[in-house]
């Protein structure tokens, strides 16, 4: 990560259709970066665009409230070329959407790319849990999975 940016580091938090796993890393991380007090610009996207412009599933929704914090405002969005700019670190959720990333990287692309399991001790390769298709309590897994990716982010930045 880029170490010189006076706001902090740049994440965008990348999965699929921007209304499940991408929503709940963006808010686990503003969270944490905010318990540590840490600046950081945190941002989330989709590969799809099914969803452009809608909040979070409302079971996402629901899961960010039991955790204390509301995403009701976020809305879904698409991976665009200038994101690879704009971001120092673009963290995909699962291996699907890390290999849509690299296929629309542009060639000179500035921010780094790797799955969000990967900066997560014993985890590497692994994706977060998709809740999507599943029960309701896919969420609290996808929750825990992106805690962890959180604590891990801010651990590498009070560290460095
Ligand atoms: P997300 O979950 O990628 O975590 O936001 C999904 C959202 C939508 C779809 C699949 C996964 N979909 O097929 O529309």
């Known amino acids: 990560m880029r170490a ?3 706001d902090g580091p740049a994440i965008l938090f990348l999965c699929l259709g921007n209304i499940c796993r991408s929503p709940l890393a963006e808010a686990a991380a503003r ?3 905010a318990n540590a007090g840490i600046s950081a610009t945190l941002d989330s996207a989709g590969t799809g665009d099914w969803h452009v412009g ?3 599933d409302r079971r996402a929704q629901a ?5 204390g914090t509301d995403i009701s405002d976020l809305r879904g969005r698409q991976l665009a070329a200038e994101d690879f700019y704009r971001f120092d670190l673009i963290l995909a959720a699962d291996a ?3 290999r849509e990333a690299r ?11 790797r799955l969000m399991l990967d900066l997560v001790p014993g985890r590497r ?3 977060v849990t998709d809740p999507y298709y599943g029960a309701d309590d896919g969420f609290a897994e996808t929750w825990a999975d992106v805690s962890a990716v959180a604590a891990a982010l801010v651990a590498e930045r009070s560290s460095g």
Do not use: H, I, K, Y
């Not at 296929?103 to 790319?113: K, N, Y």
């Open 4 to 6: 010189n940016r006076p």
């Open 31 to 33: 969270v944490a970066f």
């Open 54 to 56: 809608r909040p979070p």
């Open 63 to 67: 899961e960010a409230r039991r955790r």
């Open 96 to 98: 699907n959407n890390l």
């Open 103 to 113: 296929a629309l990287a542009p060639p000179d692309a500035t921010a780094r790319l």
């Open 125 to 127: 390769g692994e994706s």
